[in-house]
């Protein structure tokens, strides 16, 4: 990912995203990663043009406040539950890895949307257990 193809997303699909996820009022709040690119000011700026909130004071290296880490979760789930019996070809993973999202997107709504919107949950449990093992 480089900054430019960042900026270039957020333009085009982000916004569009968060008006129909929240209608034309509600600002998204957005928690990304450290990745040097995604933070460059360009990308802040398309962030904030796209009516987001980047959360720029959580930690790091936290996979229980991430929501895409229980994304990739979800998805290496799919992918090992449908692994072929031998070796594959790029294609055919690819088409796999297609069908998983798609599997995912349709069997799993609820659980991809629990994960973009129980932000302040995991927070509240992560700060509870004092740096234990977080459900998430």
Same mark, same amino acid.
């Given at each position: 990912?480089?900054?430019?193809?960042?900026?270039?997303?957020?333009?085009?699909?982000?916004?569009?995203?968060?008006?129909?996820?929240?209608?034309?009022?509600?600002?998204?709040?957005?928690?990304?990663?450290?990745?040097?690119?995604?933070?460059?000011?360009?990308?802040? &700026?398309?962030?904030?043009?796209?009516?987001?909130?980047?959360?720029?004071?959580?930690?790091?290296?936290?996979?229980?406040?991430?929501?895409?880490?229980?994304?990739?979760?979800?998805?290496?789930?799919?992918?090992?539950?449908?692994?072929?019996?031998?070796?594959?070809?790029?294609?055919?993973?690819?088409?796999?890895?297609?069908?998983?999202?798609?599997?995912?997107?349709?069997?799993?709504?609820?659980?991809?949307?629990?994960?973009?919107?129980? &932000?302040?949950?995991?927070? &509240?449990?992560?700060?509870?257990?004092?740096?234990?093992?977080?459900?998430?």
């Amino acid at each position: 990912m480089s900054a430019e193809r960042y900026e270039e997303l957020v333009r085009k699909k982000l916004g569009e995203w968060r008006r129909e996820a929240f209608g034309d009022d509600v600002r998204a709040h957005v928690v990304q990663d450290h990745e040097k690119c995604l933070w460059k000011p360009t990308c802040l &700026q398309a962030l904030k043009d796209a009516k987001c909130f980047v959360v720029d004071s959580f930690p790091k290296h936290s996979p229980d406040l991430n929501a895409i880490e229980g994304v990739w979760r979800l998805l290496k789930e799919r992918l090992e539950a449908t692994a072929p019996a031998s070796l594959e070809t790029r294609s055919s993973f690819l088409r796999r890895v297609r069908h998983a999202i798609a599997w995912l997107n349709e069997t799993k709504h609820n659980d991809l949307m629990s994960l973009c919107n129980n &932000q302040k949950v995991r927070a &509240q449990e992560v700060l509870s257990l004092d740096g234990a093992k977080s459900s998430f």
